[in-house]
C-alpha cells in the first residue's frame, strides 16, 4: 500500500509503528550537457527530497537502510557507485548513511550484467527479427526478476518498525509485498521537472 507523503500528524503516524517503512523516491539523473535550467532544477528537486525525507523521518523513525537501482555494493564502495551514476543525488545520499542509515547492496551484479546486455543489443537495433524477440524477451526477463528480486530483498532485510529509503525510477514495476507500507516522496519540484523533462525531449525530438 502508497501512501502519499505530507507532514504525517504523530498520533496518525503512530499507527505505523509496528510496520517495514519504505521511502519511495522518484530517481532523475540528467546527463552533464543538459541545459542549466535544467540541471538547476534537478538540484532543486534533490534539496525537496532531502527536506522530504527529513519530514518523514521526524514523523516515522530515522531511515535505518538506503536502497539505489542498479547498485550491487554496499558500504563505502556502493556509495562510489552512486556518486558516479547520480551526481546530483549522491552527496545527500552519502550524508544519510553517516547518519542513522547504511547503505544495502539492492541488486545481483550478474543480473544487472545481463540486463544491461539485453539493452545495448536492443540499442543497436538488431536487422534479424529472431535476435530482436530474443533480445526483448531476455530483457524482460531480466527485468521482471531485478523487480521481484528488489521487492525481496527489501521485505527481508527491514524488520518490523524500521525505515528505509529507495532510490528508484518513476515507472518501476515493484510490487512491493503487503508486510511493507510505502511512503512515495513527492516534493513541489517534481512536477516541475517532469514537466522540464517532456519539453525538452520534445525539442530534441520534434514530430
Known amino acids: 500500500m502508497t501512501t502519499p507523503l505530507s507532514q504525517i500528524p504523530r498520533p496518525q503516524a503512530s499507527r505505523f509503528d509496528d510496520k517495514k517503512k519504505l521511502f519511495l523516491v522518484p530517481n532523475y539523473v540528467f546527463p552533464p550537457d543538459v541545459p542549466e535550467d535544467g540541471q538547476q532544477l534537478l538540484s532543486r528537486y534533490w534539496s525537496e527530497v532531502r527536506d522530504s525525507i527529513a519530514s518523514l523521518e521526524r514523523s516515522l523513525g530515522a531511515v535505518s537502510h538506503v536502497y539505489h537501482e542498479l547498485i550491487y555494493l554496499g558500504g563505502d564502495d556502493g556509495l562510489a557507485q552512486i556518486e558516479m551514476m547520480n551526481p546530483s543525488a549522491g552527496p545527500f545520499i552519502r550524508a544519510m548513511c553517516q547518519s542513522t542509515a547504511q547503505l544495502c547492496a539492492l541488486e545481483d551484479a550478474e543480473l544487472i550484467h545481463e540486463h544491461t546486455d539485453w539493452q545495448r543489443v536492443l540499442t543497436i537495433g538488431p536487422v534479424s527479427q529472431k535476435v530482436m524477440t530474443a533480445a526483448l524477451d531476455g530483457y524482460q526477463s531480466t527485468l521482471e526478476t531485478r523487480y521481484a528480486n528488489i521487492a525481496e530483498k527489501i521485505s527481508e532485510d527491514l524488520a518490523e518498525g524500521q525505515s528505509a529509503a529507495l532510490f528508484i525510477r518513476e515507472d518501476h514495476r515493484v510490487q512491493f509485498p503487503a508486510d511493507v507500507q510505502v511512503f512515495f ?22 514530430v
Open 185 to 206: 516522496v513527492a516534493p513541489r519540484a517534481l512536477d516541475d521537472l517532469k514537466r522540464w523533462l517532456d519539453s525538452y525531449l520534445n525539442q530534441a525530438n520534434p
